[in-house]
């Protein structure tokens, strides 16, 4: 098994004991993201039955802006955990940014360059955050209060550091694996297929789906077929933010 997923495995194992102690609710008033001191909650799933939460990570790239065409067409809204500079740096793909913010998608954190928080020094892993932070002030004018751990490794240091940022983070409960088949459309789509099989599922708290727009057929092949559907199955495809029951004046600061 590679490390790296060894490392979100027992971030996993860690993360879920903390996120047990956290009071999840689907009201406006959720404590997620009200000023408060502590580690950082941890969220796997929604809270609103009926709802998905299709998410992006490691962004912005190529294909961001012909995902925001697709999302438009459907007018559904999804989350970007966009980085700094990964496949890419962020100024160069800073229109598709502006463009997923001011088009009502949440607009997420997840680090400078992709680094496994807990291997850094407390320094290294702030910086992991600050820079991406400044970087989000340019272009859209705020900075986010969610973000995702990559490999979704997290330890207690990182997560009081979080915590301090007045971050919450987003973990999933599905993963189509897309990075381990980046030109397999039937191997994310069947995943798709089996979940939305579970028509009982309706009436529970909704999913959180990882998938990584830097995959072209992910991009633009599975996330359109993903959506029609969640669409045709009853769910409502909306952000993190949305599926926790969380008002949007909650999801940016300055």
């Given at each position: 098994?590679?490390s790296?997923?060894?490392?979100?495995?027992?971030?996993?194992?860690?993360a879920?004991?903390?996120?047990?102690?956290?009071?999840?609710?689907?009201?406006?008033?959720?404590?997620?993201?009200?000023?408060?001191?502590?580690?950082?909650?941890?969220?796997?799933?929604?809270?609103v039955?009926?709802?998905?939460?299709?998410?992006?990570?490691?962004?912005?790239?190529?294909?961001?802006?012909?995902?925001?065409?697709?999302l438009?067409?459907?007018?559904?809204?999804a989350?970007?955990?966009?980085?700094?500079?990964?496949?890419?740096?962020?100024?160069?793909?800073?229109?598709?940014?502006?463009?997923?913010?001011?088009?009502?998608?949440?607009?997420a954190?997840?680090?400078?360059?992709?680094?496994?928080?807990?291997?850094l020094?407390?320094?290294?892993?702030?910086?992991?955050?600050?820079?991406?932070?400044?970087?989000?002030?340019?272009?859209?004018?705020?900075?986010p209060?969610?973000?995702?751990?990559?490999?979704?490794?997290?330890?207690?240091?990182?997560?009081e550091?979080?915590?301090?940022r007045?971050?919450?983070?987003?973990?999933?409960?599905?993963?189509?694996?897309?990075?381990?088949?980046?030109?397999?459309?039937?191997?994310s789509?069947q995943?798709?297929?089996?979940?939305?099989?579970k028509?009982?599922?309706?009436?529970?708290?909704?999913?959180?789906?990882?998938?990584h727009?830097?995959?072209q057929?992910?991009?633009?092949?599975?996330a359109?077929?993903?959506?029609?559907?969640?669409?045709?199955?009853?769910?409502?495809?909306?952000?993190?933010?949305?599926?926790?029951?969380?008002?949007?004046?909650n999801?940016?600061?300055?």
């Open positions: 098994m590679p790296f997923l060894r490392l979100a495995i027992a971030a996993t194992i860690f879920a004991a903390l996120v047990s102690a956290v009071p999840v609710t689907s009201s406006s008033t959720s404590p997620f993201l009200q000023k408060r001191s502590g580690p950082a909650p941890v969220i796997y799933r929604c809270t039955p009926g709802t998905i939460a299709i998410t992006f990570d490691d962004g912005p790239f190529l294909y961001t802006n012909g995902l925001l065409d697709i438009k067409s459907r007018a559904v809204k989350t970007f955990f966009f980085n700094g500079n990964t496949y890419g740096r962020i100024e160069d793909f800073a229109a598709s940014v502006k463009r997923a913010y001011q088009e009502g998608h949440q607009v954190s997840h680090t400078w360059d992709h680094k496994d928080l807990p291997s020094s407390p320094s290294e892993a702030l910086a992991e955050m600050t820079m991406l932070e400044d970087a989000f002030r340019k272009i859209i004018g705020v900075r209060t969610y973000m995702r751990p990559p490999f979704g490794s997290v330890s207690a240091p990182v997560l550091m979080l915590g301090q007045n971050y919450t983070a987003v973990m999933w409960d599905m993963d189509t694996q897309d990075w381990a088949h980046p030109d397999d459309f039937n191997a789509y995943l798709y297929e089996a979940l939305f099989n028509t009982e599922e309706l009436g529970q708290p909704g999913h959180i789906v990882l998938q727009e830097v995959n057929v992910t991009a633009l092949q599975v359109p077929m993903a959506i029609d559907l969640a669409l045709v199955s009853g769910y409502k495809v909306v952000t993190v933010g949305e599926c926790l029951g969380d008002p949007k004046s999801w940016y600061t300055v």
